[in-house]
C-alpha cells in the first residue's frame, strides 16, 4: 500500500491537462461488448477502475488491449460467464455487464454488489427496466440472475430515481431490442450523452439522451467505430478547487466548461475566476481578498455534483465565515469529515447537511482515505494546511484520479508518494 505526503503552503500556478473522463469511459467499455466488431476508444484514462472494467471484459471473453492513446475493446469470444464477485466488489460499475449479457445472450449471471462507503447503492431502478424490456429478475446466492424468454422488447419505463446506473444498464439493453422504448425520468448527466454518441455512432437510434427523456428505437445490429471520451469533469473541478484553494492561477486545458455551471457559479460567488482562453483551456484565479462561504446541495446533473462535494468541503474550511453543504444523493458520503476534522477543520454534521465554520487554519495530520472522492479532499487540504500531512489508503484515489499527484507537483505543490 502506498500513501501521500504534502508539505502545505504551496500557491498552484501552471497548467495541467484534465484526462479522460472514468464515469464516462466505464459504460462505453461495457456497450463495447454489443458490437459486431473491435472498437477504439480515445482519451480513456488510465486509472484503476478502467483496469477493472477490461478485466471484467475479458472474465465474459472479450479482448482487450492498449495502443498508444487507444484502449482496443474487442468483443469477438464475448460469451454468457457469470461476472464474479471479486471483481464486482472492487467496482459497482461492473454491473454495467448486465444489460450486454442480456441483449446478446437472453442470458446473465452478474454478481450483486454491496454497499459500499457512500451508501447503500440499490440496484432496483436498473432491475425494474430490465424486467419491463422483458427479462425474468431473480436473486440467488448473491447473484442476480436475469433470463429473458424472447429477443427483448421496446417498452414504457419510469425511473423512481433519476439513476446514472439505471439509465446506463437500460440503454444498453434498449438499443438492440426489438421496438421502441420510451425512458422517463431517466439521468441526464454528460456521461449518459456521452454514451448516448457512442451508441448512435455505432449505428443506434436515440433521441433526447441530455434530458429526462431518451427514445430508444432498436435496431439489428451495431458496427464497430473508433470514439472519443469527453474529458474528466470532476477531476476538472477537483483542479480548479485545488487552484483556488491555494489562491493559484492556474490554466487547465480541456475543462469541459459547459459541464461544470453549477460548479463554476459557486466558485463564483465564492470569489474565484473562470477565464476562458484559447480552445477549451480555462485559467482559474482569485478575484477577491478572500475566499466567501457558500452554501451548496449537491443534486443530479445539472445540479452540483455530489462527487466535489468532499473537494468543496475542503475549500470552505478555508473560507472565511460559515458554509452550509447539503448531501442529497448519498446517505454516507461525509467519511471525510473526521479526517477533516483531524487537521483542525470547524465541521458539524446534523443529518444529510455539513455545517463549515471555515477561516481557521488547517494543520497537517495523518489522516486516512475512505473512498475516492474524499482522498481529494484531503490532499486539497493537505495543500493548504501547516506543515506535513500523510494520506493513507490511497488506492481510492487511484481508482478514478490519473496521476493527480503528479500533475500537482507540475503546478508546484510538494507531494510525493511513499510505500506505507
Ligand atoms: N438509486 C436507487 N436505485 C437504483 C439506483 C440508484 O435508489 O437502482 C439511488 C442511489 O442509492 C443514489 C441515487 O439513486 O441515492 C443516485 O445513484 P446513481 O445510480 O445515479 O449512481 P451510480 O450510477 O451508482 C454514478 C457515478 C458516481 C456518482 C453518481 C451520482 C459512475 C461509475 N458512478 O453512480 O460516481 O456519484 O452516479 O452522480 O458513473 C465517483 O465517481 O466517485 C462516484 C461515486
Known amino acids: ?71 482496443v475493446i474487442d468483443p469477438c469470444g464475448f460469451s454468457c460467464r457469470p461476472a464474479p464477485y471479486d471483481l464486482v466488489c472492487t467496482m459497482r460499475a461492473s454491473v454495467y455487464v448486465l444489460a450486454p449479457l442480456l441483449s446478446r445472450f437472453r442470458k446473465a449471471r452478474v454478481a450483486l454488489p454491496g454497499g459500499c462507503a457512500i451508501g ?55 438499443v438492440l431490442a426489438k421496438g421502441r422504448t420510451v425512458l422517463d425520468h431517466a439521468a441526464c448527466e454528460p456521461e449518459i450523452v456521452n454514451l448516448a454518441g457512442f451508441l448512435s455512432a455505432m449505428g443506434a437510434k436515440i433521441q433526447g439522451a441530455g434530458t429526462n427523456r431518451i427514445l430508444i428505437e432498436g435496431v439489428k445490429s451495431l458496427a464497430p467505430v473508433v470514439f ?19 489562491r493559484g492561477d492556474v490554466l487547465i486545458e480541456e475543462f469541459p466548461r459547459q459541464h461544470l455551471s453549477a460548479l463554476e457559479q459557486k466558485l463564483s460567488a465564492a470569489g474565484i475566476e473562470l477565464q ?42 478555508r473560507a472565511a465565515g460559515r458554509s452550509v453543504i447539503t448531501e442529497s444523493i448519498w446517505e454516507n458520503r461525509f467519511m471525510h469529515v473526521a479526517e477533516l476534522k483531524r487537521m483542525g477543520a470547524n465541521i458539524r454534521i446534523e443529518g444529510n447537511n455539513a455545517l463549515v465554520r471555515g477561516g481557521g487554519t488547517l494543520s497537517g495530520a495523518q489522516v486516512m482515505a475512505s473512498d475516492l ?42 507531494i510525493r508518494r511513499e510505500p506505507e
Open 373 to 414: 472522492r474524499a482522498s481529494a479532499a484531503l490532499i486539497l487540504a493537505g495543500l493548504v494546511a501547516e506543515g506535513q500531512t500523510s494520506i493513507s489508503r490511497i488506492y481510492h484515489l487511484d481508482r478514478g484520479y490519473e496521476k493527480l499527484e503528479d500533475k500537482l507537483a507540475a503546478l508546484g505543490a510538494e
Open 228 to 246: 472519443q471520451i469527453i474529458p474528466d469533469r470532476i477531476e476538472a473541478g477537483t483542479l480548479a478547487i485545488a487552484a483556488a484553494i491555494t
Open 276 to 317: 476562458s482562453e484559447s480552445g477549451s483551456a480555462v485559467r482559474v484565479k482569485c478575484k477577491s481578498e478572500e475566499l466567501l462561504p457558500i452554501d451548496i446541495v449537491t443534486l443530479p446533473y445539472p445540479g452540483f455534483p455530489t462527487d466535489v462535494q468532499a473537494q468543496w468541503m475542503a475549500l470552505m474550511c
Open 1 to 71: 500500500m502506498e500513501k501521500i505526503i504534502i508539505k502545505g503552503g504551496k500557491e498552484l500556478r501552471g497548467s495541467v491537462r484534465v484526462s479522460g473522463s472514468k464515469n464516462a469511459a466505464l459504460p462505453v467499455i461495457a456497450a463495447a461488448l454489443l458490437a459486431d466488431g473491435a472498437c477504439r476508444l480515445k482519451n480513456v484514462p488510465k486509472v484503476k477502475d478502467i483496469q477493472t472494467m477490461c478485466q471484467m471484459v475479458e472474465v465474459l471473453g472479450g479482448g482487450t488491449r492498449r495502443e498508444p492513446d487507444i484502449l
Open 120 to 174: 447503500l447503492r440499490p440496484l432496483d431502478q436498473h432491475l425494474k427496466g430490465l424486467e419491463a424490456l422483458g427479462a425474468r429478475v431473480k436473486m440467488e446466492h448473491g447473484y442476480i440472475e436475469a433470463e429473458a424468454a424472447q429477443v427483448l422488447h421496446g417498452a414504457e419505463i419510469y425511473l423512481d430515481v433519476a439513476s446514472v446506473g439505471a439509465t446506463v444498464n437500460i440503454l444498453l439493453a434498449a
